[in-house]
Antibody, heavy 119, light 110 residues
Framework: EVQLVESGGGLVQPGGSLRLSCAASGFTFSSYEMNWVRQAPGKGLEWLSYISSSGSTMYYADSVKGRFTISRDNAKNSLYLQMNSLRAEDTAVYYC????????????WGQGTMVTVSS | QSVLTQPPSVSEAPRQRVTISCSGSNSNIGDNAVNWYQQLPGKAPKLLIYYDDLLPSGVSDRFSGSKSGTSASLAISGLQSEDEADYYCAAWDDSLNAVVFGGGTKLTVL
């Protein structure tokens, strides 16, 4: 079964750090570009970051540039998001998504992991 | 404010047809593929339309997409209660070097 499973969410204080993981299974992870997308409570979807299949190219949304770092380990079929200097406005459900449909389409999504930034 | 503009909500009766618009600019919709996602309550988003008008395997042909210039539309025919969801358009933006989403449209089946 094709699947993405996020983990690593939780409660963190403002200014703190958290590392999210996304485990892929059922497809050739190393061939797929990957992304992180988040959704604040009651709000819409916000794209955060992209990484190429080899890991050599990354892009970030302005809202997280300089604070978040995307990475991947193709040997472990895993995607990561290191989040530093967290703010209350970073509170959201974080999804990983693969880009297998072409045209920057996110064809596989994880179930999401909740990150709450609060003192 | 989202880079892509969608109506916040639409509603229509069962078995009818509804369209959801998505307005952008030359740097996103005008120059790149538009993708649509469906998000059922409490669930992760699901790819509904890709490359403007293509249906992924398993998606009902009641859903269709179109694009003209810097605008795109999602049409849903034969509305069913299970179509009640939030719908998002998205596209790559060449100026921002980012994927941009619309603000989302909540569909209510009356």
């Amino acid at each position: 079964e094709v699947q993405l499973v996020e983990s690593g969410g939780g409660l963190v204080q403002p200014g703190g750090s958290l590392r999210l993981s996304c485990a892929a299974s059922g497809f050739t992870f190393s061939s797929y570009e990957m992304n992180w997308v988040r959704q604040a409570p009651g709000k819409g979807l916000e794209w955060l970051s992209y990484i190429s299949s080899s890991g050599s190219t990354m892009y970030y949304a302005d809202s997280v540039k300089g604070r978040f770092t995307i990475s991947r380990d193709n040997a472990k079929n895993s995607l990561y998001l290191q989040m530093n200097s967290l703010r209350a406005e970073d509170t959201a459900v974080y999804y990983c998504a693969s880009e297998g449909g072409g045209g920057d389409a996110f064809d596989i999504w994880g179930q999401g992991t909740m990150v709450t930034v609060s003192s | 404010q989202s880079v892509l503009t969608q109506p916040p909500s639409v509603s229509e009766a069962p078995r009818q047809r509804v369209t959801i618009s998505c307005s952008g600019s030359n740097s996103n919709i005008g120059d790149n593929a538009v993708n649509w996602y469906q998000q059922l309550p409490g669930k992760a988003p699901k790819l509904l339309i890709y490359y403007d008008d293509l249906l992924p395997s398993g998606v009902s042909d009641r859903f269709s997409g179109s694009k003209s210039g810097t605008s795109a539309s999602l049409a849903i025919s034969g509305l069913q209660s299970e179509d009640e969801a939030d719908y998002y358009c998205a596209a790559w933006d060449d100026s921002l070097n980012a994927v941009v989403f619309g603000g989302g449209t909540k569909l209510t089946v009356l």
